[in-house]
């Protein structure tokens, strides 16, 4: 049987591992270390560690795989595959190597576009409408292989980041299926990615979760839902760190300053954007607070505001 070193962190990879452990041996899981989480700082192990764990595989979790024991004792296995979906880590050349058949790695994106460790987040946030998912050969540099198969998959105003990332998930774990019956066989053809369409999605920063009220209210949705459900998008709502779950732009028009209250009504808050455009503000979290509808937020911690009023402070 095709043997399988697979590598993976979030719950992305799950659905594949899963699918390799039934058709293939799995003779090694590799993942990122458990972290501590929250306030509390509670230990959390990976989704594919605790994927791996359930299926009864063996599990390693460098915290930095280059140069490590766990490394060369991966090597030593001599995989006919080595399988990557969202692991986190740069793979060295010698790891690459080791694959008898093919190194691999299923990434969330039409590759070139996208190349690096937030593509789903990016179609998100620059209101693609459509993204997909790649199988690719792992080269040295970052997501610069060529490529075996692509699936497209449409977007719209009903997507987040979560449903996307479960979406091409799933669309992954098929065609890497599909695909991997040819690449062991070595009949698999290989495209190589066009260097003048290469775009790349950076991990996204602490910084970039401050959402700017100077873009348009469609912008605005588009970096909500992207930063959704994992982090959060966060205005200054007078004065209280407040996180925007769901918003929704609105086909009027204002004159009014970004930040301003263009409307106040029992369960609406409709506030300005940049360039004239209004959105309204659907559920949020004030820093220390649960969700709340923005009917609940305007009987209790906005009952003063008034339309007029300027609720967005300063970073």
């Known amino acids: 049987m095709t043997s399988v070193i697979f590598l993976g962190t979030p719950e992305f990879a799950v659905p594949i591992l899963e699918a390799l452990n039934a058709e293939y041996e799995v003779q090694l899981v590799i ?8 306030r509390k700082q509670v230990l959390h192990q990976s989704p594919v560690k605790q994927a791996a764990t359930r299926l009864g595989l063996r599990v390693l979790q460098p915290e930095k795989l280059s140069g490590s024991p766990e490394l060369a004792e991966a090597i030593a296995l001599a995989p006919d595959l080595l399988i990557t979906a969202a692991y986190g880590q740069f793979l060295p050349t010698k790891f690459l190597n080791a694959a008898k058949i093919a190194a691999l790695n299923v ?36 997501d610069a292989g060529d490529m075996y198969a692509q699936a497209t998959l449409p977007l719209t105003r009903a997507d987040d980041t979560g449903t996307v990332f479960a979406k091409l998930s799933v669309m992954g774990r098929d065609l890497l299926l599909a695909t991997l019956p040819a690449i062991i066989a070595k009949t698999a053809t290989k495209t ?16 970039q979760e401050h959402l700017d ?17 994992a982090v959060g998008g966060y205005m200054l709502l007078n004065g209280v760190r407040t996180k925007l779950w769901a918003i929704t732009p609105q086909t009027q028009t204002t004159t009014a300053a970004p930040g301003t209250v263009v409307a106040r009504r029992k369960k609406q808050l409709l506030v300005a954007a940049g360039a004239g455009t209004v959105f309204a503000i659907d559920e949020l979290q004030p820093a220390g607070k649960a969700k709340q509808t923005i009917a609940a937020y305007l009987n209790g911690a906005g009952q003063a505001l008034q339309e007029g009023d300027s609720i967005i402070g300063e970073k």
């Open 31 to 38: 993942t990122q270390p458990d972290r501590l989480v929250g």
């Open 213 to 229: 009220i100077t873009l348009t209210a469609s912008q605005l949705d588009q970096w909500v839902r992207g930063l959704r459900p």
């Open 107 to 142: 990434h969330g994106s039409l590759l070139p576009k996208y190349r690096g460790g937030a593509p789903i987040q990016y179609s998100v946030i620059n209101g693609d409408t459509e993204t997909g998912v790649t199988i690719m050969e792992m080269v040295k540099a970052m």
């Open 192 to 207: 190589p990615q066009d260097p003048e369409k290469v775009t790349f999605s950076p991990t996204l920063t602490k910084a």
